[in-house]
Each structure stands twice: as structure tokens, then as C-alpha cells.
């Protein structure tokens, strides 16, 4: 492919999507595999600008869910953003309200300065599970939207277990326990394991299980010595892993009103580690003090430096 082709595909990507549809569509050529029935969906960024100001990063564009249905009749299609609280009070307004993940607002410094609240875009990932469609971001909540329609339904707390329950400060900076967009689902026991990083004074890795019915038990929380950037985790039948990048965020631009962006700190480019949480021990009941003789889910877990890779 051509250098002006991949541009030309680049710039048809980032256009900002204005028309939410519902229609069927047409079948080219062939027939549809008779085994392949069902329905897919999509998530991703769909509105790139706001009152003519474009974003500083894809990540900060509003979602929007498509949805395929594989019929006998063919392929019904229907596409809707996700009417997050953020989105809805910047269409009222026609101008970006808040700050994203490498957007601030415009004005400068002046205008970003102490702005702590983030727009939870709702556009990283979407996911079918315990009877509801969760549209998924990174640092919030989730959003509840109905399977057909697509309309949303609201934000989604697990019945107020994603509520936090730090100091006054910490809930300042991040109210909600983040449920991160790439949750897995273990397929022998219909279970859904996902993860947040939490900000305060000392970050804290948030661990959650969802069961196969949709309920959260209660989150369980791993001190981090940095505010790493974390993407993904690994699920195996024994341990959820984590790859400790030796990449951080930096609360104070946040606080000063500059991007957050996740950026190698000279510390951290020295620093990898893996993090293997022991999944046996999230069943066992929260106690304030382990009983002695007793380990608690800190202890049991791996957590040390990686090798380094060997050459070439």
C-alpha cells in the first residue's frame, strides 16, 4: 500500500461520525455461511471534534457502539454513541467541557489549571456479560446500554461496589474505582476478572471478579510503588499476570494542567516487573487484619524484576 494510500485511510479514520443509523445491509455478492448467525459488537471512537476544536489524542473520542445482526434475513446494522454524562452536557453546550486523556481544554494553562475531572469517553471496548452490554474506558465506570436499541441506560457501579471508599483526597481524584476496557472471561466457570489502577497517594492495583450471573464481588486492591501504566493482564487457570510497564503517569502535569501522558521516567526505564495474583485468594473473605498464621492475597503473589531479554 502507498504512503498517500495509508494517509488517505489515516485521515477517513479520524473523520468524526455525525449519523447514527439503523438500516440493513445489502449483500454484495454470495450468500451468508448458514452457521454464521448472531451478534457482533463494536466499540470505538466516533466523534473526533467538538465545536470545531479537534482532540488531542483518538482516545479522548466520544464511543460509539455498532452492531451487527446475522440473520436468515441478512445484516441488520445500527450504530449510537454513547450518551456518557460528559457527552450529553457537552452537546447541550457545543464546546469541550472537559479535559481527556492528551486533550485539554482550550485556553491554555489557565483553563486546565486544578481541572481533575476527565471525560469518561466510553469508547475503548464493549462487552455481553451477567445479562447486560457494558461499554468500557479505561479510567471510569462502565456504561450500561440496552443489547437492541443501543440507547444507553446510565453508568453501571455493580450495585455500588465500584464506589470509592478512600480519604476525601483521593475520591477528589477519581470518585469511581476504574474497571478497565479489557476484561477476560474464563470459559470453564463463566467468570469475568478485570483490573483498575487507582490513583492517591499511593496507587493501588484493583482486582475484580465478576460472576457468571453479572455480580462483583468485593474488589480486592495491591499497593504499587508507581503509577504504571497498565493495558492488559494475562488470565490462566491459576493467576491473573500483569507486565509492570516502565512507563508512568505524571499526577502532578495533571495537576498543573498539562496532558497526563503515560512517558518512560528515569527510574522506570530501568524498571520491569511481572505481578502474578494468586486467583484462589480472591475468594477468600476480606479481613481488615489477617489472622495470624494466615496470609493474606498480598503475600500471595509474585512479584519481582524480569529478566532481561537475551540479544537479538
Not at 451487527?68 to 450504530?79: I, L, P
Not at 479505561?138 to 440496552?146: A, K, M, Q, R, T
Not at 462483583?216 to 504504571?228: C, F, M, N, T
Not at 526505564?269 to 487484619?289: G, K, N, Q, S, T
Amino acid at each position: 500500500m502507498s504512503r498517500p494510500m495509508l494517509i488517505d485511510r489515516y485521515r477517513e479514520a479520524s473523520r468524526t461520525v455525525t449519523d447514527e443509523v439503523s438500516t440493513t445491509l445489502p449483500l454484495a455478492s454470495g450468500r451468508l455461511p448458514p452457521g454464521l448467525r448472531g451478534v457482533l459488537f463494536r466499540n470505538g471512537p466516533g466523534r473526533l471534534e467538538r465545536g470545531g476544536v479537534a482532540y488531542g489524542h483518538p482516545f479522548d473520542g466520544d464511543g460509539m457502539i455498532t452492531r451487527f445482526e446475522v440473520s436468515d434475513r441478512g445484516v441488520a446494522y445500527r450504530n449510537r454513541f454513547v450518551e456518557t454524562a460528559e457527552y450529553a452536557a457537552e452537546s447541550r453546550a457545543g464546546r469541550m467541557l472537559f479535559r481527556g486523556f492528551g486533550s485539554n481544554l482550550p485556553g491554555g494553562l489557565r483553563a486546565n489549571l486544578l481541572r481533575l475531572r476527565f471525560k469518561n469517553a466510553a469508547n475503548t471496548s464493549v462487552v455481553a456479560h451477567g445479562g447486560r452490554l457494558l461499554a468500557l474506558w479505561e479510567g471510569g465506570l462502565p456504561h450500561d446500554l440496552d443489547p437492541v436499541t443501543l440507547a444507553t441506560r446510565g453508568r453501571h457501579d455493580f450495585a455500588g461496589r465500584l464506589r470509592s471508599r478512600a480519604s476525601l483526597l483521593e475520591r477528589t481524584l477519581a470518585p469511581d474505582l476504574p474497571f478497565s476496557a479489557h476484561p477476560k472471561l474464563d470459559p470453564e466457570t463463566g467468570e469475568l476478572f478485570n483490573f483498575g489502577t487507582l490513583l492517591g497517594r499511593r496507587p493501588q492495583l484493583m482486582i475484580y471478579r465478576v460472576d457468571a450471573a453479572g455480580h462483583l464481588a468485593p474488589p480486592r486492591s495491591l499497593p504499587l510503588d508507581r503509577l504504571v501504566f497498565l493495558h492488559d493482564f494475562v488470565l490462566t487457570r491459576r493467576f491473573l499476570v500483569f507486565f509492570l510497564y516502565p512507563v508512568s503517569f505524571s499526577v502532578g502535569r495533571a495537576l498543573l494542567g498539562l496532558c497526563p501522558h503515560p512517558r518512560p521516567g528515569r527510574a522506570a526505564r530501568r524498571r520491569r516487573a511481572a505481578l502474578a495474583v494468586d486467583r484462589p485468594v480472591l475468594r477468600l473473605p476480606l479481613r481488615r487484619r489477617p489472622r495470624r498464621g494466615r496470609a493474606d492475597h498480598r503475600r500471595r503473589l509474585s512479584h519481582g524484576p524480569l529478566p532481561a531479554p537475551a540479544p537479538g
